[in-house]
C-alpha cells in the first residue's frame, strides 16, 4: 500500500535581502526583470550566505531556507526543532502561504489551518464571535459550518465571557487560546501550529497537547509542530527534523532527533570542561561533564544520565584529604553536596581520576553551576574552583511541564510509596 503523502516540500529556498529595504533596490528588480525576459536564472540565486544569525557576512543577501526537502503523510504529527534562528517560523510562513519561496514549491492537499504567532489572522477591531466567523470563511467553510463548531470553540477556548468583545482588548494568552480553538475545530485538513502555546498557561497547554493528539490520531488529520519544549515534542510528533541555518539537519524518528538536538544544541555560555596545567603539589587537573557516550555537554534532558570526571593531583601529604563538589542553581539555592575521603578510594600519590554519575530523574529542569573543592577539613584548603562548571537540564519527557512556571522545587525524589489498606 502506497504512502499518503498530504504535504511535500521540493526543494524549498528563501532568500532575504539584508538591510532596510525589503525586496531589493531598483537596479536590482530591473536587473531580475531583465534576465527573466531573456528565460535566464534570477542572478542573485547565485550570491547569498548561509543563514547563520551569530555571524557578520559579507554579502547582502542570506538564505533563510536553502533546498529543503520532505514529506509528510495523512495523520502524521511532524515536529520541527532547532535553535532560534535556524529558519523554522520561516518554513511554516511559506508552508501556509504568508510568503512565498524563492526557488522550489510546496504541494499539499486539504486546507492548511496556521497558528503562527499571537492573534494571527485575526482583526482587532471585531469580536471574538466575528474573527471566529471570518477565519472559518478563509479556511472556504460556510457559515452554517461554521455555527455547527461554534459552542465548541467557545468552551475550549475559555473566552465565554468576552467572546463579544473587540479581540484588542483580550490579553495575549487569550487570544492565543481563541486562535488555537478556531484552528483546531474548523477541520482544516492540516494544522501548523508554531511555538504560541509558550504564551498559554499550563492548563491550556495540556489541553491543546491533547486537542493535537485528537486530531491526528482520531481524526486523521496531520499537524506540523514547531516548539522547544521536548517534552511536547516527544509526546506528541511520530517524526521529527531539525534545522539549522536555514537546512534540514537531521529527519528521523522523536526520540532520536531530541537525542540530536540536545547533543548539538549546547549553548556557549556554559562551561563543560575546566583545564589546569599549572597544577602545583595537590589540585584539580581536568574536569569534565559528559554523557553516557562519554562526549561532552552542557545541556542534558531530564531522563539522561550525567557524568562528572574529575582528575586530581594527589601529594603523599594530602592521601587523607577530602575531595567533594556542591550543586547550586541559578537562584543560587544549594542543592546538595557530595564528598568522599580520598584515602578510602587510593593509597598512592600521583594523578587519579574519578567518575562520579548523577542520579537519572533527579535534577529538575533549571540551570546549574558546580563547586569543587580539596581540602584537609579545618586543616587546609587545598584547591577551591568555584563554579567552574555549568550546564543545563532540559525538559524530556516528566510531568513537571505541567505545573508551567511554577517553582516546583530543586530535584524531584522518587521516594518508596506504599499502600495501606
Same mark, same amino acid.
Given at each position: ?11 524549498? &529556498? ?7 529595504? %525589503? ?11 531583465? /534576465? ?5 536564472? $534570477? ?9 547563520? =544569525? &551569530? ?30 534562528? @535556524? ?64 459552542? !465548541? ?12 468583545? *473587540? ?11 481563541? @486562535? ?6 474548523? #477541520? ?42 521536548? @517534552? @511536547? ?10 534545522? #539549522? ?5 537531521? !529527519? ?44 561532552? =555537554? ?7 544520565? +550525567? ?14 584529604? /577530602? ?19 580520598? &584515602?578510602?578510594? +587510593? ?17 529538575? *529542569? ?42 516546583? %522545587? ?10 495501606? $489498606?
Amino acid at each position: 500500500m502506497g504512502k499518503d503523502i498530504i504535504l511535500k516540500a521540493e526543494n524549498v &529556498s528563501k532568500q532575504y535581502r539584508l538591510g532596510q529595504v %525589503g525586496t531589493g533596490t531598483l537596479s536590482h528588480d530591473l536587473n531580475r526583470w531583465w /534576465h527573466q525576459i531573456r528565460g535566464k536564472e $534570477n542572478p542573485y540565486l547565485k550570491i547569498g550566505e548561509t543563514n547563520d =544569525r &551569530s555571524t557578520k557576512g559579507n554579502s547582502d543577501y542570506v538564505w533563510a531556507l536553502q533546498d529543503i526537502n520532505f514529506e509528510v503523510e495523512r495523520g502524521e504529527v511532524l515536529g520541527i526543532i532547532g535553535k532560534n534562528g @535556524a529558519g523554522k517560523s520561516t518554513l511554516l510562513k511559506i508552508l501556509s502561504k504568508v510568503t512565498a519561496p524563492t526557488t522550489g514549491s510546496i504541494k499539499s492537499r486539504g486546507r492548511i489551518a496556521s497558528l503562527l504567532e499571537v492573534g494571527t489572522g485575526f482583526n482587532g477591531e471585531m469580536t471574538g464571535r466575528e474573527n471566529i466567523f471570518l477565519n472559518g470563511a478563509i479556511l472556504g467553510m460556510t457559515k452554517k459550518e461554521i455555527a455547527s463548531k461554534l459552542d !465548541e470553540i467557545v468552551e475550549f477556548s475559555g473566552c465565554q465571557r468576552y467572546i463579544d468583545t *473587540p479581540v484588542k482588548r483580550y490579553s495575549s494568552g487569550m487570544t492565543v487560546r481563541l @486562535a488555537f480553538a478556531v484552528a483546531a475545530f474548523l #477541520e482544516p485538513e492540516i494544522l501548523v501550529i508554531d511555538e504560541v502555546l509558550a504564551v498559554g498557561d499550563a492548563e491550556f497547554q495540556k489541553k491543546a497537547i491533547g486537542k493535537m493528539q485528537d486530531v491526528s490520531k482520531q481524526e486523521g488529520r496531520t499537524v506540523l509542530f514547531v516548539s522547544h519544549n521536548m @517534552a @511536547a515534542i516527544r509526546q506528541l510528533c511520530t517524526k521529527t527534523i531539525m534545522m #539549522e541555518n536555514g537546512m534540514i539537519i537531521f !529527519e528521523g524518528s522523536t526520540n532520536d532527533g531530541i537525542d540530536y538536538y540536545l547533543q548539538s544544541n549546547q549553548y556557549e555560555g556554559y562551561k563543560g570542561i575546566y583545564n589546569n596545567e599549572s597544577v602545583g603539589e595537590s589540585g584539580f587537573v581536568n574536569i569534565s561533564l559528559v554523557d553516557k557516550e562519554n562526549v561532552n =555537554r552542557t545541556e542534558f534532558g531530564f531522563d539522561e544520565s +550525567i557524568v562528572i570526571k574529575i582528575k586530581v593531583k594527589v601529594a603523599r601529604q594530602h592521601l587523607k584529604a /577530602h575531595l567533594g563538589f556542591r550543586l547550586v542553581d541559578r537562584k543560587e539555592r544549594v542543592i546538595f553536596t557530595s564528598e568522599i575521603k580520598l &584515602s578510602d578510594k +587510593i593509597s598512592e600519590a600521583g594523578i587519579h581520576q574519578f567518575e562520579v554519575k548523577l542520579p537519572q530523574k533527579f535534577l529538575v *529542569p533549571n540551570q546549574f553551576n558546580l563547586t569543587f573543592g580539596l581540602h584537609l577539613p579545618n586543616v587546609e584548603l587545598i584547591d577551591y574552583r568555584e563554579e567552574c562548571l555549568s550546564f543545563e537540564i532540559i525538559e524530556t519527557g516528566s510531568d513537571l511541564h505541567i505545573y508551567g512556571k511554577n517553582d516546583y %522545587g530543586c530535584v524531584f525524589v522518587d521516594c518508596n510509596w506504599g499502600i495501606i $489498606n
